[in-house]
């Protein structure tokens, strides 16, 4: 049973460039939602997909993007990248919704470093 | 953003003792779910928590929903070295995000 996965693994930009990433979500979930983390911190929701759409969205500037495809499979994009944007970008599927089901497991995250 | 008090910040014990931590919110959740992160990984699920008063055990990890649904605690018996890693809290309410604390740091000496 594959698990969440996540592509690249790790990721240098400059600042001012775009960036995406891409995350596969677990067999037979169909709902993905992106989290930052910053060093020392917990994870920070950014958006959730379901149905291709974004049904929520955390506190994040419209810089940061994403959609989801028909398989489940989604892209997180960030545009005029900043400093502070370099983070842990996790990628977290469930099954949506209700009950045991809106359970989140995340995949092994991106590191994305903006010099 | 918004975030869950969790604490400790860090804890160091032997090997073999009895581990706790704990999370609290100034706003109710419906699920409460512990995680445990090692380093350049993604957070690993240990226990999720569905209703108000729930007591849970996996292994030797026991977890429970407080009753006034604002807080949350975690214990690991009998540590073991590979238990070292940073566990975090997480609680969601009526939408669909995770609000996440900011880590116990967990070591344990051999």
């Known amino acids: 049973d594959a698990g969440v996965t996540q592509s690249p693994t790790h990721l240098i930009k400059t600042r001012g460039q775009q960036v995406t990433l891409r995350c596969s979500p677990k067999s037979g979930h169909d709902t993905v939602s992106w989290y930052q983390q910053a060093l020392g911190q917990g994870p920070q929701f950014i958006f959730q997909?379901?149905?291709?759409?974004?049904?929520q969205r955390g506190n994040f500037p419209d810089r940061f993007s994403g959609h989801q495809f028909p398989n489940y499979s989604s892209e997180l994009n960030v545009n005029a990248l900043l400093l502070g944007d370099s983070a842990l970008y996790l990628c977290a599927s469930s099954l949506a919704p209700g009950g045991a089901g809106e359970t989140q497991y995340f995949g092994p995250g991106t590191r994305l470093l903006v010099l | 953003g918004q975030q869950l008090n969790q604490s400790p910040q860090s804890m160091f014990i032997q090997e073999g003792e009895d581990v706790s931590m704990n999370c609290t919110s100034s706003s109710i959740f419906n699920t409460w779910l512990w995680y445990k992160q090692d380093p350049g990984e993604g957070p690993v699920l240990l226990i999720a928590?569905?209703?108000?008063?729930e007591l849970t055990s996996n292994g030797r990890l026991t977890a429970q929903f407080g009753i006034t649904r604002k807080d949350s605690f975690l214990n690991i018996s009998a540590s073991i070295p590979s238990d070292v890693g940073i566990y975090f809290c997480a609680g969601r309410g009526s939408n669909y995000k995770l609000t996440f604390g900011k880590g116990t740091l967990l070591t344990v000496n051999p």
């Open positions: 928590l569905y209703k108000a008063g």
């Open positions: 997909y379901y149905e291709e759409e974004e049904r």
